[in-house]
């Protein structure tokens, strides 16, 4: 069988390690006690986390066991950015934020067994923490000098960095230290963007207790170009679906580029490497198929939202572009799908010309007619000839939609004024 940590290797799931052979020696010896946390900044997990949430759950079907810390302490700071200084949310705020990232996570880890996951709040040890105690116990671990040297800080003194955010690498670091002492924690992950934090946790262990403890990185997401991913033109991929629709997030992975298909298939996926490397070697054959991300698509919209929601994705993508029957789709999943792609209301006698150009599908009316004309328009998937011809005479589908489509991509919804 393959240890765990080598397959994160070959996964590309280990950016840093603090000492890859001590941890590996660790999780041989026996179930380890790890924890990954995450801060309540927003009222959803996105994709970032998910990396990290996943990463949790190879580790537990590994045997180990899971801490899933959500930090409702460092959520009213906030890690400091580099872009600037973070706005901080109310304390109310906060607590509905930490209640909800503690419902999506307990999704992804099983609470049950003798490896039963754990979620943890650091509210509950810095809630009443003794300022004098804090800066006895805690800050004196921490040498000014070293706390300037991280990147984050050093590249905010000129701009300005207030001290709230500079001593959040010491809240964190405490959250390892009380996870140590409180649950025999000794292995820590997060995003290598988190690894001047991680080993400052690392070292306050040692320094406080004088216990040899882990931590790893996974890296950055990234696409072709070496932007992060996790970003689309309409905002950040959440994993709420009341933030972004089953649908949305589906289409987010069919469209992975060519070029990152696979990592993202190994870091994401629980698929053998095996079968991702026989998805890729079916893509090079037939590039345009996109065999490796309907598949990325398909088992990460499980993964996130069930497989009842994936099928419905699946099966709305294939509808709206003319390999499947509109009116079979739901309401929701319609108006999900539409809304991704565009949507317009026209008057009540409008024709498709009109329409396609209110949807955005063409840039004028000479265009839309010599669409229509040129046999490229359809109303509900059904050709139209007659560019003159009114979008009132095609059926209504749920929630009153008629699907406009210009050729075999472009498509976007109508609703018709009262």
């Not at 509905?96 to 999506?104: E, K, S, T």
């Not at 049950?112 to 009443?128: F, I, K, R, S």
């Not at 309409?234 to 992975?256: E, K, N, R, V």
Request: charged letters at 25%.
């Amino acid at each position: 069988m393959t240890h765990v940590l080598d397959d994160l290797v070959a996964r590309g799931l280990v950016a840093h390690s603090t000492d890859i052979e001590a941890l590996r020696e660790a999780l041989s010896a026996g179930p380890v006690t790890y924890y990954v946390g995450f801060d309540p900044t927003a009222p959803s997990l996105h994709v970032g986390n998910l990396l990290q949430i996943l990463t949790a759950r190879r580790l537990q079907l590994a045997g180990h066991r899971p801490l899933i810390l959500v930090g409702g302490s460092t959520g009213l700071i906030g890690d400091p950015k580099e872009s600037g200084e973070r706005s901080m949310n109310s304390r109310e705020t906060v607590a509905d934020w930490v209640d909800r990232i503690r419902a999506q996570v307990t999704r992804f880890v099983d609470f049950d067994g003798d490896n039963a996951a754990t979620v943890v709040n650091n509210l509950d040890w810095t809630g009443q923490l003794n300022t004098i105690d804090f800066l006895r116990d805690i800050g004196k671990h921490f040498p000014v000098n070293r706390m300037l040297a991280r990147d984050v800080v050093s590249s905010r003194l000129e701009s300005g960095i207030s001290y709230t955010e500079f001593s959040y690498v010491l809240l964190q670091s405490l959250d390892y230290l009380e996870l140590h002492r409180r649950h025999g924690c000794v292995l820590q992950t997060g995003g290598s963007d988190q690894w001047g934090n991680l080993t400052a946790g690392v070292e306050l262990v040692r320094r406080a207790d004088g216990d040899r403890v882990h931590a790893f990185a996974t890296p950055l997401i990234t696409k072709a170009d070496g932007t992060k991913f996790g970003k689309t033109e309409s905002g950040t991929i959440w994993l709420d679906p009341d933030l972004m629709s089953p649908y949305a997030f589906h289409q987010t992975w069919i469209q992975a580029e060519d070029s990152k298909v696979g990592e993202y298939l190994a870091q994401f996926t629980f698929l053998e490497l095996s079968e991702i490397d026989a998805l890729m070697a079916e893509h090079a054959e037939a590039p345009g198929r996109r065999v490796p991300q309907r598949r990325l698509a398909r088992e990460l919209t499980t993964i996130v939202h069930g497989a009842a929601e994936a099928e419905a994705a699946e099966h709305a993508a294939s509808a709206l572009f003319g390999k499947g029957e509109l009116s079979d789709l739901p309401e929701a999943t319609l108006a999900a799908a539409l809304t991704e792609a565009g949507v317009a209301t026209v008057p009540a006698d409008a024709s498709v010309t009109d329409a396609l150009v209110a949807c955005g599908l063409v840039d004028s009316r000479s265009a839309a007619r010599r669409t229509v004309l040129e046999g490229g328009a359809y109303m509900n998937n059904q050709r139209v000839d007659d560019p003159d011809a009114p979008v009132a005479d095609a059926p209504r589908l749920a929630g009153g939609w008629t699907v406009l489509r210009r050729g075999k991509r472009a498509v976007a919804g109508v609703k018709l004024a009262p």
